[in-house]
Each structure stands twice: as structure tokens, then as C-alpha cells.
């Protein structure tokens, strides 16, 4: 079997990774010149680590990110706890596995480590692919073609493979736009930010915060409401006085927070709908390309991981019917990541309220959750997503 993937993100090398576990032949297709990622945080929840282990990378993981205490939810202006979930040394014992806050490019060095360099085609930019009897075929931009039994895409929210199969569809700008920055431990004030996952909670606007790289670094990400940015990019600069002052009546911890950032970058948030069929032929698709997530549930990344390994599998458990395994891979696959996403647009709406009324009724719904917490209830009510296992499905 030969099998390409397209895109050589965090769910791409996953998938890269899974099937050279399985001695699977396959070649990973990236369109940047070179490999590395932005420089931004990324967490993985014990649904996510649970691959890694299975990839043999667990203990490389857990030793270049940082877990968190627990994951607290505080009012923006008083900074009052609405809700506090433990994770350390809690989430091993009841889901299986810990949960990490990471530099992206860290975990992406980790993947990259288990993917033959060789099999990685840098500068290859996918245009189209089709199905030709038993042959996929890949069209790059130099007008080249690549032939092989499988194509997954994992070419992201603006997916080439995605168009070639259903044809082109903007994604929906959701009306959320966020700042993003990394700030030095060592400028800010001893204590001032808790060794927790952080959400502040305010009217039309959230901020989340979480340590990487062993507790020297505080990623950050700010979101609010907002009907003038409408651009999908993760390196757009955005203006420092401008995030400031959109921020400038939130709790002092906050305001030093953002304030202290090593840069500003700015990108509106955009998804879709689930969508109803991922595999047509021998093509099929993972990640962003079929179901980008609103980072309110910081499960994206994780839902692009576990896909990479479920399509491996899949190949690897059909080798003998390709098209079939694909269908296999989808249908294990889509109700899952679809109630994902849907949760995820759902918290925008709950992170953000404003009238007093369904703010009150929210904090002591958290209040009620918080009294009746204990053997792993998350104050998101996601256990089911963290009890996952897609090594074992």
C-alpha cells in the first residue's frame, strides 16, 4: 500500500507517524519550503496523550510541556473563581493519561522525530486530487502528479483536498475574532499567574491563559466579539494599543499580562458546519479539512491527532479494500468530532455573555457543579471526551 497525506501539521504527522509504525508506505506532502510551526501554544488533553503513548512519544511530551494545577474559570473583573476543575495528578488516575499546555513547535519537533525524513516532501503544494480506478492522484502546483492507494487530506480549514472533493466553500466567519501573544514568566510579577489553565470569562470577550516550556512562558489568547476582522491568519500582526485598550478595564492580572507580550498577533475565527460525508473513492479527509474547531474546548489539535491515528489504522486493518477502510476511518470518526465542534461554537456563546441575567444564571450553574464535583467531573461536563481512546476503539 502507498499512501499520501497532504499537509504535515500536528494531525498530518500523526498520521504519518501511525502508519510508518505499521510499516506502511507513505509520503507526507507540506507545502512550506521547510518544516517547523508558528510560534504559539497548543494543549493536549489525556484523549490526545493517550496517542502519543501508543506512538511511544509520551514521555518526550511530558517532559517539554507543562501541566497545569487544574482549569479555572474566573470573573473577568473580579477575578472571582467560578469554577475549578483539578487536573494534576487527578486526570492520570481517572482518564488514563495527563493533560499538557505546549509551544506548538515543540510538540511539532516531536511528531516530526517519529516520520522518516526521507518520506516528507517539502515545497509540494497540493491543487486537486481525484480518483482513477485504483489510483489516487495528486495534482502540486508545478503541474506534477502523484499516484498512490490513498490520499488523506490533511491540508487544514482551507483545504485544497476538500475543494477538489465537494467543491469550493468559504468557511463561516463566526463573528469572534483573537489576540494571541506569549509572555516571559520573568516579566511579570512573582505569583501573579497561577499554575493553572485559566479562562476569564467576560462580556463579549474571554481570556485564557496556560504555562508552557517547564513554566518560563505564559501563551495567551484573547478573544472577543467583533464584525471588522474577517481574516483567516495565524500571522497577522495586530496593534498592541489597540488589544490594550480593548482590555484595559479587566482585572489588573490581565492587563499585566497582555501587557507584557513579546508580540501581538490577531486572527478572526472561522469554522464550519459538520460535515456529512469526509470519503469519496480512495481520497478522504482529517482535521480542519473536516471539522475546524473553535478553540473554546482547546480540542482542535486533539481531534486532528486522534484522526491521524484512526486513518492509519484503518488503512492498516483494510489493507485489503482501501476504499472500504476509508468509510471504516469516516464512520468512526464523524459523530464524535462533529458533537465536538458543535460543543465548542456552543461555549463561544456561554464564555461570553453579557445581560446580567444569563450571567447570574451561568455562575451558579458553575456554583452547583463546583458542590457536586469529584471523581473527574469537569465544570465543561466533557469527561466523555477525555475518557476517549482511539488506540483501542
Same mark, same amino acid.
Given at each position: 500500500?502507498?499512501?499520501?497525506?497532504?499537509?504535515?501539521?500536528?494531525?498530518?504527522?500523526?498520521?504519518?507517524?501511525?502508519?510508518?509504525?505499521?510499516?506502511?508506505?507513505?509520503?507526507?506532502? *507540506?507545502?512550506?519550503?521547510?518544516?517547523?510551526?508558528?510560534?504559539?501554544?497548543?494543549?493536549?488533553?489525556?484523549?490526545?496523550?493517550?496517542?502519543?503513548?501508543?506512538? #511511544?512519544?509520551?514521555?518526550?511530551?511530558?517532559?517539554?510541556?507543562?501541566?497545569?494545577?487544574?482549569?479555572?474559570?474566573?470573573?473577568?473583573?473580579?477575578? $472571582?473563581?467560578?469554577?475549578?476543575? /483539578?487536573?494534576?495528578?487527578?486526570?492520570?488516575?481517572?482518564?488514563?493519561?495527563?493533560?499538557?499546555?505546549?509551544?506548538?513547535?515543540?510538540?511539532? &519537533?516531536?511528531?516530526?522525530?517519529?516520520?522518516?525524513?526521507?518520506?516528507?516532501?517539502?515545497?509540494?503544494?497540493?491543487?486537486?486530487?481525484?480518483?482513477? #480506478?485504483?489510483?489516487?492522484?495528486?495534482?502540486?502546483?508545478? #503541474?506534477?502528479?502523484?499516484?498512490?492507494?490513498?490520499?488523506?487530506?490533511?491540508? #487544514?480549514?482551507?483545504?485544497?483536498?476538500?475543494?477538489?472533493?465537494?467543491?469550493?466553500?468559504?468557511?463561516? +466567519?463566526?463573528?469572534?475574532?483573537?489576540?494571541?501573544?506569549?509572555? /516571559?514568566?520573568?516579566?511579570?510579577?512573582?505569583?501573579?499567574?497561577?499554575?493553572?489553565?485559566?479562562?476569564? +470569562?467576560? /462580556?463579549?470577550?474571554?481570556?485564557?491563559?496556560?504555562?508552557?516550556?517547564?513554566?518560563?512562558?505564559?501563551?495567551?489568547?484573547?478573544?472577543?466579539?467583533?464584525?471588522?476582522?474577517?481574516?483567516?491568519?495565524?500571522?497577522?500582526?495586530?496593534?498592541?494599543?489597540?488589544?490594550?485598550?480593548? +482590555?484595559?478595564?479587566? !482585572? /489588573?492580572?490581565?492587563?499585566?499580562?497582555?501587557?507584557?507580550?513579546?508580540?501581538?498577533?490577531?486572527?478572526?475565527?472561522?469554522?464550519?458546519?459538520?460535515?456529512?460525508?469526509?470519503?469519496?473513492?480512495?481520497?478522504?479527509?482529517?482535521?480542519?479539512?473536516? !471539522?475546524?474547531?473553535?478553540?473554546?474546548?482547546?480540542?482542535?489539535?486533539?481531534?486532528?491527532? =486522534?484522526?491521524?491515528?484512526?486513518?492509519?489504522?484503518?488503512?492498516?486493518?483494510?489493507?485489503?479494500?482501501?476504499?472500504?477502510?476509508?468509510?471504516?476511518? =469516516?464512520?468512526?470518526?464523524? *459523530?464524535?468530532?462533529?458533537?465536538? @465542534?458543535?460543543?465548542?461554537?456552543?461555549?463561544?456563546?456561554?464564555?461570553?455573555?453579557?445581560?446580567?441575567?444569563?450571567?447570574?444564571?451561568?455562575? =451558579?450553574?458553575?456554583?452547583?457543579?463546583? =458542590? @457536586? $464535583?469529584?471523581?473527574?467531573? !469537569?465544570?465543561?461536563?466533557? *469527561?466523555?471526551?477525555? &475518557? !476517549?481512546?482511539?488506540?483501542?476503539?
Amino acid at each position: 500500500m502507498q499512501v499520501i497525506i497532504v499537509g504535515a501539521g500536528l494531525g498530518g504527522l500523526t498520521a504519518a507517524a501511525a502508519l510508518a509504525a505499521r510499516g506502511i508506505e507513505f509520503t507526507l506532502l *507540506e507545502q512550506a519550503s521547510q518544516l517547523g510551526e508558528i510560534g504559539a501554544g497548543v494543549q493536549l488533553a489525556p484523549n490526545a496523550l493517550k496517542v502519543l503513548r501508543a506512538l #511511544g512519544l509520551e514521555q518526550r511530551a511530558a517532559e517539554v510541556g507543562f501541566e497545569p494545577g487544574a482549569h479555572v474559570i474566573r470573573n473577568w473583573k473580579t477575578s $472571582q473563581v467560578l469554577a475549578r476543575t /483539578p487536573y494534576k495528578g487527578v486526570l492520570t488516575d481517572i482518564f488514563g493519561a495527563a493533560y499538557y499546555g505546549y509551544h506548538r513547535a515543540d510538540l511539532h &519537533e516531536i511528531l516530526r522525530s517519529a516520520v522518516p525524513a526521507g518520506a516528507i516532501r517539502l515545497s509540494a503544494r497540493c491543487t486537486g486530487v481525484r480518483t482513477e #480506478g485504483d489510483q489516487a492522484i495528486v495534482t502540486l502546483a508545478d #503541474g506534477s502528479e502523484l499516484a498512490a492507494d490513498a490520499v488523506v487530506g490533511a491540508d #487544514g480549514i482551507h483545504s485544497a483536498v476538500r475543494g477538489s472533493l465537494y467543491g469550493a466553500e468559504a468557511p463561516r +466567519f463566526t463573528g469572534n475574532a483573537c489576540w494571541r501573544g506569549m509572555t /516571559p514568566a520573568s516579566a511579570l510579577s512573582p505569583g501573579l499567574v497561577d499554575p493553572d489553565m485559566t479562562v476569564w +470569562f467576560g /462580556p463579549g470577550a474571554s481570556v485564557v491563559h496556560y504555562y508552557i516550556r517547564g513554566g518560563t512562558i505564559v501563551n495567551w489568547v484573547a478573544a472577543f466579539e467583533s464584525d471588522a476582522w474577517a481574516e483567516e491568519s495565524w500571522n497577522a500582526e495586530g496593534r498592541r494599543e489597540e488589544m490594550l485598550e480593548r +482590555f484595559a478595564d479587566w !482585572h /489588573p492580572t490581565i492587563v499585566s499580562l497582555l501587557a507584557n507580550s513579546d508580540r501581538y498577533l490577531k486572527w478572526g475565527l472561522f469554522d464550519r458546519d459538520p460535515l456529512s460525508q469526509w470519503s469519496r473513492g480512495r481520497v478522504t479527509l482529517m482535521g480542519d479539512a473536516c !471539522h475546524p474547531m473553535l478553540p473554546y474546548l482547546a480540542q482542535g489539535a486533539c481531534m486532528a491527532i =486522534e484522526d491521524g491515528y484512526a486513518v492509519a489504522d484503518a488503512l492498516d486493518k483494510g489493507r485489503g479494500d482501501v476504499v472500504a477502510a476509508l468509510q471504516a476511518y =469516516e464512520q468512526a470518526r464523524r *459523530e464524535r468530532t462533529a458533537r465536538v @465542534q458543535l460543543l465548542a461554537r456552543a461555549r463561544s456563546v456561554d464564555n461570553h455573555l453579557r445581560d446580567e441575567a444569563s450571567i447570574r444564571a451561568r455562575d =451558579e450553574r458553575f456554583a452547583k457543579i463546583r =458542590e @457536586q $464535583q469529584g471523581n473527574g467531573r !469537569h465544570s465543561y461536563g466533557i *469527561e466523555w471526551i477525555y &475518557e !476517549h481512546d482511539v488506540t483501542r476503539a
